[in-house]
């Protein structure tokens, strides 16, 4: 094997000890925050943390709409672990390796789903115990860059799975 393919596995397993160490930092900042703190830190907008503030809204419903956002970060953060792992072991152009990556595609596309979901279920609940309720739904710019991006990576690992194939063959 190669130098520079030896310096990319290493560094792939760098950055799987760097995801995991950031992924327990924010686990143990949100666990501080709500049990110390009595507050959410975990993607809230002012409708929410109005609703977190009102004695008459219940913290289950509150902590039942972020529930499903905080378990998509555990699975990206699972199958983006998945993906490091088959880069540690030089496997960049295996099925195994494509399938996490389509796993973090489909994620980032639930993710945008779900806030926009998130966020109407905030504005219902809100409107039950306030008078105005102004509902924003957000749908980045960076987001949408972002999923572009992913599926054209996938078209290029494709691509470039397919000529170390042709590659291989001409040997």
Not at 117 to 132: D, P
Request: proline share 1%; glycine share 6%; aromatic share 16%.
């Amino acid at each position: 094997m190669n130098a520079s393919m030896q310096k990319l596995m290493k560094i792939s397993g760098f950055f799987r000890v760097l995801v995991l160490v950031a992924t327990a930092a924010v686990v143990v900042y949100l666990g501080y925050s709500y049990l110390v703190l009595d507050e959410i830190r975990f993607e809230t907008s002012m409708l929410f943390l109005d609703l977190w503030y009102h004695d008459g809204a219940s913290h289950g419903v509150l902590l039942a709409i972020q529930t499903p956002l905080l378990l998509t970060l555990f699975v990206g953060v699972y199958w983006l672990q998945r993906l490091l792992s088959h880069f540690q072991q030089g496997q960049f152009f295996g099925n195994e390796a494509m399938r996490c990556y389509l796993w973090l595609i489909w994620l980032k596309l639930f993710d945008i789903v779900l806030d926009i979901v998130q966020q109407l279920a905030t504005g219902y609940y809100h409107k039950q115990f306030f008078e105005h309720t102004s509902i924003e739904l957000g749908l980045e710019f960076g987001n949408i860059t972002t999923l572009l991006l992913m599926l054209l990576i996938v078209y290029l690992l494709k691509a470039a799975k397919e000529i170390e194939a042709e590659n291989k063959e001409f040997i």
